[in-house]
């Protein structure tokens, strides 16, 4: 089956410092990524929707200059949690499909999430 | 935003069945149902998903009301290993993107 690797699975960081995570298909082209965030006992909230080649679009409330995603292969999309402070600290998941436009017939693959806390 | 409501906690025994409803009264025409599970600090694992006909594969069963606005999802024989929280999820029609409610955290009882 389609898989999703996302790294690294943990990270501790300082206030202020920035941290990347990143989200790789393994064996498709995701041509559509997407970023959730889970606090603890909560749901997944969807963050962002990424395309490759095109600017993430963001879900209403998600800072874009604060949560920066690059989408620039059909492989990988990075989110870069920038000047990361303590309320930053979450699980966040990535997830990925080979979009074709008619393809809600397929599932989303996620990844094993990343656990970031900020000191 | 999700479309699907669920409840909150269930338990089942080992060994039983596992029923676990959700509804979704305000589902399109097109749009289908998904359901994944969460093990704790684990990313979601696709379960099964269907549009209008019950569907089986070799993890669960999920069977979908005639009207579409409800569905079930069935573990035959629930195994610890399947305590986890369980999402069902309507697939959004106008995008891509999937939406995740608040599930429902299943215990598996010995």
């Known amino acids: 089956g389609a898989v999703v690797s996302q790294h690294p699975s943990r990270v501790i960081c300082k206030s202020g410092t920035s941290v990347k995570i990143e989200c790789r298909s393994l064996?498709?082209?995701?041509?559509?990524m997407f970023w959730y965030r889970q606090f603890p006992k909560q749901s997944l909230m969807l963050m962002a929707t990424s395309n490759e080649g095109s600017k993430a679009t963001y879900e209403q409330g998600v800072e874009k200059d604060k949560f920066l995603i690059n989408h620039a292969s059909l492989t990988l999309s990075t989110l870069t949690v920038t000047s990361a402070h303590p309320e930053d600290s979450s699980f966040y998941i990535c997830?990925?499909?080979?979009?074709?436009?008619?393809?809600?017939?397929?599932?989303?693959?996620f990844g094993n999430g990343t656990r970031l806390t900020v000191t | 935003d999700a479309k699907t409501t669920q409840p909150t906690s269930m338990d089942c025994a080992e060994g039983r069945a596992a029923n676990l409803p959700c509804n979704h009264s305000?589902?399109?025409?097109?749009?289908?149902v998904y359901w994944y599970r969460q093990i704790h600090s684990q990313g979601p694992q696709y379960i099964i998903h269907g549009l209008k006909n019950n569907e089986t594969n070799e993890m669960a069963s999920l069977i979908i009301t005639e009207d579409r606005k409800s569905s079930t999802l069935i573990l035959p024989h629930a195994t610890l290993r399947d305590t986890a929280v369980y999402y069902c999820i309507v697939r959004a029609n106008t995008g891509n993107q999937f939406y995740f409610g608040t599930g429902t955290s299943l215990t598996v009882i010995p």
């Open positions: 997830s990925a499909t080979h979009w074709t436009g008619s393809s809600y017939n397929s599932p989303l693959h």
């Open positions: 064996d498709f082209q995701a041509t559509t």
């Open positions: 305000t589902i399109s025409g097109n749009e289908y």
